[in-house]
Each structure stands twice: as C-alpha cells, then as structure tokens.
Nanobody
Framework: QVQLVESGGGLVQPEESLKLSCAASGIIFSSNAMGWYRQAPGREREMVARITPGGITNYADSVKGRFTISRDNAKNTVYLQMNSLKPEDTAIYYC?????????WGQGTQVTVSS
C-alpha cells in the first residue's frame, strides 16, 4: 500500500518561511521522481517543483529563487523549503511520486499566507 504523508503546512505572514515534508512508504523511493503540486480555490492543480531520482530539479517560474525541493533517499522523504512566501502561494500543497506509468498523490497540506 502506497502512502505519501505531507506535513509542515500552516498559516504564516508574507515574507515568512515554511518547510513541507512528504514521507513515502510502499514505493521504491529512490526510483521515483518526486514533486510538489498545489491547488488554490477555483484554480487547477499546478506543478510547483519536481526532483528526479538523480536529483535534477525544476521549478515553476512563480517560485524560482524562493522555493527549494530536496530529497533524502535514506529517509524516504522529499522536502519543499519555501521562503519569502506571498499571499498568492496560498493553496493546498500535494506530494506526488511517479515511476513509469505509476503516479501517486498525498492527501495535501494547507498553506495559507496572510497578514
């Protein structure tokens, strides 16, 4: 049974930071591309950041220079460090694991940026 469990969301003020974590089980973590996606109310889910099994990363233009994705294969965990948060970053953040045709999602964690 595959499980992706996100944590670390919350309410912060603009320009503050948060670090999200996603703990994976039931998959060969080191063989999976991992990613963070987000969905704001009334909007489609969008890619935020992805990291390949080899550690190559890519980011949405809106978060480049502010967010950093990383992975710890020993802990089966992927992280998203979010700095200089903006109100437009408010969304539910979802963890994703992908290997070939297999695609898994976590339940999501809410991030709210508001003064």
């Amino acid at each position: 049974q595959v499980q992706l469990v996100e944590s670390g969301g919350g309410l912060v003020q603009p320009e503050e930071s948060l670090k999200l974590s996603c703990a994976a089980s039931g998959i060969i973590f080191s063989s999976n591309a991992m990613g963070w996606y987000r969905q704001a109310p009334g909007r489609e889910r969008e890619m935020v950041a992805r990291i390949t099994p080899g550690g190559i990363t890519n980011y949405a233009d809106s978060v480049k220079g502010r967010f950093t994705i990383s992975r710890d294969n020993a802990k089966n965990t992927v992280y998203l460090q979010m700095n200089s948060l903006k109100p437009e970053d408010t969304a539910i953040y979802y963890c994703n694991a992908r290997s070939g045709l297999k695609n898994y999602w976590g339940q999501g964690t809410q991030v709210t940026v508001s003064s």
